[in-house]
């Protein structure tokens, strides 16, 4: 999601679903329906866009813990009406990253919904000519370089990467909101996690001396925690680019790179 980049070249939809959006959107065109009245030709592909990151929403890398999920218009159908069954333009996202909710902490109201604020020189696009010439301020979990701004502190919290950079700085912070990637329930998961996968390493590490000389019981022990540190680090664990960032941080280990590399 905006923590891992996802590939829309993977998502091949079959001819017949190419022909039936093609007729929704010369409806929506000529003013014979609306978006919303053709929502089951976008819902056909919510399977195959779920595939694509094992279940987790582009956004947070939660898999339904939270809610259900839903396929979102990154640019929002109600503004961008040409792009509604254009599946380029689809995510993947849970409804607390996709819907209005109330923060618990802040009282604000969170979740994407309508919102795809632009920086405020550039211009909202009128038609696919012009749309790689917005400035979004929103992360997109398909660019290939947004994902990479987001980082994450060891108890759980969002933050940006490059907070030198106030235009970087700016999207992230937004994003964090707008995405509501700061939910308490959400940061929480994040925190146990990295407490989890700082036990292992804690305790794989003071086995590692022993695992160089030889001894077999030893190495048994060792191989199961860094099979658990494994498994999070694995894409289709949940919030496993965070896990990632987490034994980033111990990557001088001798034994923590091989991990990072498979």
């Not at 409806?27 to 279940?55: N, Q």
């Not at 370089?145 to 940006?160: A, E």
């Not at 994040?190 to 292992?200: D, F, H, I, K, Y």
């Not at 305790?203 to 540190?229: E, H, K, S, W």
Request: hydrophobic share 35%; net charge neutral.
């Amino acid at each position: 999601m905006i923590v891992r980049r996802r590939d829309m070249q993977r998502v091949n939809p079959p001819a017949a679903w190419r022909h039936k959006a093609s007729a929704a959107q010369t409806a929506v065109r000529d003013g014979l329906k609306t978006p919303s009245e053709l929502s089951s030709v976008w819902g056909e592909l919510k399977s195959e866009l779920s595939r694509l990151s094992h279940g987790k929403c582009w956004y947070c890398e939660s898999r339904q813990t939270r809610s259900d999920n839903a396929v979102d218009h990154f640019r929002p159908k109600s503004d961008y009406p040409w792009l509604a069954f254009s599946y380029e333009n689809y995510r993947f996202a849970c409804s607390f990253c996709n819907s209005p909710h109330r923060s618990p902490v802040t009282g604000r109201s969170q979740g994407k919904s309508n919102f795809f604020p632009l920086f405020e020189n550039s211009l909202q696009a009128k038609d696919q000519t012009e749309i790689d010439s917005e400035q979004p301020i929103l992360l997109d979990p398909c660019n290939a370089t947004d994902p990479g701004l987001l980082d994450f502190r060891s108890d759980g919290t969002p933050c940006p990467r490059f907070a030198d950079n106030p235009i970087f700085r700016r999207r992230v912070e937004e994003s964090i909101r707008i995405y509501h990637l700061d939910h308490p329930e959400l940061v929480e998961q994040r925190r146990v996690l990295a407490l989890r996968l700082e036990g292992w390493i804690r305790v794989a590490d003071a086995l590692y001396p022993r695992v160089l000389q030889g001894d077999q019981v030893t190495q048994q022990a060792f191989a199961g925690f860094v099979g658990n540190i494994g498994q999070a680090l694995d894409d289709q664990a949940e919030l496993s680019v965070f896990a990632r960032r987490i034994v980033t941080n111990h990557r001088t280990k001798p034994w923590i790179e091989p991990i990072l590399d498979t």
